[in-house]
């Protein structure tokens, strides 16, 4: 399994980035998956995941400006961030999950200047 992410950029603060995270098969297999993030010196953090029913779930600092959602014809996920922050600025993640088996993809960069 292999997953791509792509996306990340140098935005300013208050501006939009979309992530787009591809999988090399069906993601319908994947019980979830999700965005997770890792600013230096952090442990990495969930930012936002969505299960093979559609249902979704965010971190508190990011509900009503980030948006998770899943293309299945394209095996993609995607994360919508608007009203970017400097502290957003991380490295994201894209994750899938099946039974105990957890894939990561190879994380994008974020940075978000004030």
């Known amino acids: 399994v292999q997953l791509q992410a792509f996306g990340g950029g140098l935005v300013q603060a208050g501006e939009s980035l979309n992530l787009s995270c591809e999988a090399s098969?069906?993601?319908?297999?994947?019980?979830?998956m999700g965005w997770y993030r890792q600013a230096p010196g952090k442990q990495r953090e969930m930012v936002a995941t969505?299960?093979?029913?559609?249902?979704?779930g965010y971190a508190d600092s990011m509900k009503g400006r980030f948006t998770i959602f899943r293309d299945n014809p394209k095996n993609a996920v995607y994360l919508r961030m608007n009203s970017l922050k400097p502290e957003d600025a991380a490295v994201y993640y894209c994750?899938?999950?099946?039974?105990?088996?957890?894939?990561w993809g190879q994380g994008t960069l974020v940075t978000v200047s004030s």
């Open positions: 994750n899938a999950h099946r039974g105990f088996s957890n894939y």
């Open positions: 098969i069906d993601i319908r297999s994947f019980n979830g």
């Open positions: 969505v299960t093979d029913r559609g249902s979704t």
